[in-house]
Each structure stands twice: as structure tokens, then as C-alpha cells.
């Protein structure tokens, strides 16, 4: 017979909130995302989750609510119980769509690449299309592609990637997240990190391939700054 007290009461929340806190991890790897950029999209302050991650402490159920209303293609039952298949298997109303109904966010035909390479195509100044996908249909939300490779297996090639400019400084940006940066001469997407020298960052591409290798830039040189939300392999 198991008599429960206080302390075992507590031991059990802790233990089933660490559980979810886990599960909520293998959402943000598989959405090939970060913890800030989930933070941002539920819209929890930063380090709400991250820090109940490291510190294996609870978080408010209602930021576990804001996960399931934004991300539909996972199970709740998998979320909070572990129990079942983590994608539903029916597909929910809110897959992702294209329309040209103004419905979500605009998808602009603008290529962010993985590396350094000059801009060959022109910023688009009208959509293409609209991304109907509940979890980023947010204001100041675009749609855009990545090319190269320097970013995998984080952000894959030909991936469609979810973007909202920055209006902030680049000093006053969380760093360590994922970031596109466009200068007059190119555009990339980087994870961004604080630079030894005053007045620069380092640019940190995810594939440790040899080809691929940090890079400091002058903040002068920046023109714009997009925190990459998230990404999807494929729209079908």
C-alpha cells in the first residue's frame, strides 16, 4: 500500500512535469527549431521554458496550452501523458495550406543562404502565395527558403522557413538563436554569438563540416535582422 504525502506528491508533479518538459524538447528538434523561437511563438518571456528545462522546474499549464493550440500536428495526449503516437495521425484543420486569400502568413520567392554567397535574386516586394499554418500566423510573420547546406541538420536545404524582422538593436537581441542577417551583399541564416570585438558578432553555422566555419561581421554591415521562428521540410 502506497501512502502519499506531501513529499511524494511533489516528487510525482516534479517527475511528470520534467516528462513533458522532455517532450516539448523532442517538438522543438523536430520542428528543427529553438526554445526562444518556440518561446516567441507561444508568447512566453524569454527563458520561461528554457530555464524550467535546465532547472527541472514546472511552468504554468497555461504555456503548455499555448504548444497545443500552435502546434496541431502534435498529440496532446503524447504531450502531457507520453502515451500514443507523438503526430496525430488525422490531419487537423490547421495543416499547413497555400491560398491566395490573404489567409496566414505571405510567402515571399527569397532564397536566405546557408553561407556566404552573393544575392543573385532581387528582394521580392509581393508575395507569391500564403502559409495558412496556425503556428506561425502571427503579424509580422513571412515565409522564405534556405539554401546551402551550412545550417544542417537544423535547417535543411530547400526548407521553407518562418521569419519576423527585428526591429531592435542586434546588441539587444537574444543571442545564441537562429538569425537571417541581409547586407547590402548578401543573405544568410546563422545561429548569432557575441564577438570578442567591440562592435562585431560571430556568425555560427551548425554544420561542423570543415567547409563550414564561424565568421565575425561588422554589426555597420547589417542592414536587417529576421529571427528565424521555424521551418518546414515540405508544404505537402
Not at 76 to 100: C, V
Not at 144 to 166: R, V
Not at 186 to 211: A, H
Request: with cysteine; net charge neutral.
Amino acid at each position: 500500500m502506497i501512502i502519499f504525502n506531501h513529499k511524494n506528491i511533489k516528487g510525482i508533479f516534479f517527475q511528470l512535469m520534467s516528462t513533458i518538459l522532455s517532450r516539448i524538447q523532442e517538438i522543438v528538434s523536430n520542428e528543427g527549431t529553438t526554445i526562444g523561437a518556440l518561446e516567441r511563438i507561444i508568447g512566453a518571456s524569454k527563458g520561461v521554458l528554457s530555464r524550467a528545462i535546465n532547472n527541472g522546474t514546472d511552468i504554468q499549464s497555461k504555456w503548455i496550452q499555448r504548444i497545443v493550440e500552435n502546434y496541431p500536428l502534435y498529440s496532446a495526449d503524447w504531450l502531457l501523458t507520453g502515451h500514443g503516437s507523438m503526430q496525430r495521425k488525422e490531419k487537423p484543420e490547421s495543416s499547413p495550406e497555400i491560398n491566395y486569400e490573404y489567409k496566414g502568413a505571405p510567402y515571399y520567392n527569397v532564397d536566405f543562404i546557408g553561407g556566404f554567397d552573393i544575392v543573385l535574386n532581387d528582394q521580392t516586394t509581393n508575395p507569391d502565395y500564403y502559409i495558412n499554418f496556425a503556428p506561425y500566423n502571427k503579424p509580422g510573420v513571412i515565409w522564405c527558403n534556405i539554401t546551402g547546406h551550412s545550417m544542417e541538420p537544423e535547417l535543411n536545404n530547400g526548407d521553407f522557413i518562418a521569419m519576423k524582422e527585428m526591429t531592435d538593436p542586434i546588441e539587444y537581441l537574444p543571442y545564441g538563436e537562429i538569425y537571417g542577417i541581409v547586407t547590402n551583399s548578401y543573405r544568410t541564416v546563422k545561429r548569432v554569438r557575441m564577438s570578442d570585438r567591440k562592435g562585431f558578432i560571430r556568425l555560427i553555422p551548425t554544420n561542423k563540416s570543415p567547409e563550414y566555419g564561424e565568421q565575425e561581421i561588422p554589426i555597420s554591415m547589417i542592414r536587417k535582422v529576421f529571427a528565424v521562428l521555424g521551418s518546414m521540410h515540405r508544404l505537402f
